[in-house]
T-cell receptor
Framework: GESVGLHLPTLSVQEGDNSIINCAYS??????FIWYKQESGKGPQFIID?????DKRQGQRVTVLLNKTVKHLSLQIAATQPGDSAVYFC????????????FGGGTRVLVKP | EPEVTQTPSHQVTQMGQEVILRCVPISNHLYFYWYRQILGQKVEFLVS????????KSEIFDDQFSVERPDGSNFTLKIRSTKLEDSAMYFCASSEIGDSGYTFGSGTRLTVV
């Protein structure tokens, strides 16, 4: 299910290491998934997306993995940099059932120099 | 890179007053959305808009809320009589094809006092 609340899970990672952020989604009918990065005071910024007919997609320094069997999505960031410090949200879209995005609760990533 | 522009960046209003939040979506986009984020919580869908009408709305989007596309470039969210619990960041988003490629604005922070 989705988490709601004031306390975000936090991932502390050393600069240069890889980061893995996980997300569990709730709707088996969802067919499109997006990872967003949100810096303080700013709107969600697109990172990478994946459709349900794929299980992996790679971008620049980022990889998204989709496991539909267990309804799990992950974002891998290679060689994490200080500029990667932000809150990361996964979002799902049920496509034909509506064009709205349902966001997960978010994970805060702190990159230590 | 094309952007979604929102004004104002911060709005303070007294409880019971009407507010209008403004957005300029990306020019070739046809689908428009409003989301909100209460401090420390996840981003929540409010409403989607296509072809000059609401295509979907959440239970948050009650009779106090309305949206309008008054001309070819602006997309507005009106709250008729603000309540304290309307205090949040409000994000506008747009999409060219509706089921992907969402771009978010930087948001308007609404503070109701």
């Amino acid at each position: 299910g989705e988490s709601v609340g004031l306390h975000l899970p936090t991932l502390s990672v050393q600069e240069g290491d890889n980061s893995i952020i996980n997300c569990a989604y709730s709707n088996s009918a969802s067919d499109y998934f997006i990872w967003y990065k949100q810096e303080s005071g700013k709107g969600p910024q697109f990172i990478i997306d994946i459709r349900s007919n794929m299980d992996k997609r790679q971008g620049q320094r980022v990889t998204v993995l989709l496991n539909k069997t267990v309804k799990h999505l992950s974002l891998q960031i290679a060689a994490t940099q200080p500029g990667d410090s932000a809150v990361y949200f996964c979002a799902e879209n049920r496509g034909a059932a509506g064009n709205k995005l349902t966001f997960g609760g978010g994970t805060r990533v702190l990159v230590k120099p | 890179e094309p952007e979604v522009t929102q004004t104002p960046s911060h709005q303070v209003t007294q409880m019971g007053q009407e507010v209008i939040l403004r957005c300029v979506p990306i020019s070739n986009h046809l689908y428009f959305y409003w989301y909100r984020q209460i401090l420390g919580q996840k981003v929540e869908f409010l409403v989607s808009f296509y072809n000059n009408e609401i295509s979907e709305k959440s239970e948050i989007f009650d009779d106090q809320f309305s949206v309008e596309r008054p001309d070819g470039s602006n997309f507005t969210l009106k709250i008729r009589s603000t309540k304290l619990e309307d205090s949040a960041m409000y994000f506008c988003a747009s999409s060219e094809i509706g089921d992907s490629g969402y771009t978010f604005g930087s948001g308007t922070r609404l503070t109701v006092v």
